[in-house]
């Protein structure tokens, strides 16, 4: 459900902008955390709305180019570490090899994860 026009307050503004500066959450998400649309979050992002409000550098209006430039080449990059789901497949590797008495090497166990594939599934008919 969307907020009617007018119920965002300076501090949950300044709260949004800093999201948005951080990059870390998309605006989809950052609009469900507020009880907002996604368009919304997006007119804050390009000094549609609340321009006055300040950005953590102390700059006003529109995110600053170079922060967005920013933000778009750590989007392309794509997170710098193994998401969770590998950690916990690694773990349970070694838990089972413990359990069974061999010892895995870790290039082993790599491997394993390596090759997991996380949430991918077959789609069609099995033939």
């Known amino acids: 459900m969307n907020l009617p026009k007018g119920t965002l307050t300076t501090e949950s503004t300044l709260e949004i902008k800093k999201l948005l500066w951080e990059g870390e959450l998309s605006q989809a998400e950052i609009a469900t955390r507020f009880a907002l649309s996604q368009p919304t979050v997006s007119r804050i992002y390009r000094g549609k709305d ?29 997170p710098t570490s193994q998401p969770p789901e590998h950690e916990s497949i690694q773990r349970i590797a070694k838990k089972v090899a413990d359990s069974v008495g061999e010892n895995l090497a870790d290039d082993n166990v790599k491997s394993i994860v390596k090759n997991k594939k996380v949430g991918t599934r077959k789609t069609g008919k099995n033939k």
Request: aromatic share 6%; glycine share 10%; charged share 35%.
């Open 50 to 78: 609340w321009q006055s409000i300040e950005w953590p550098d102390g700059s006003t209006g529109a995110i600053p180019l170079d922060r967005h430039i920013q933000l778009k080449r750590d989007r392309k990059k794509g």
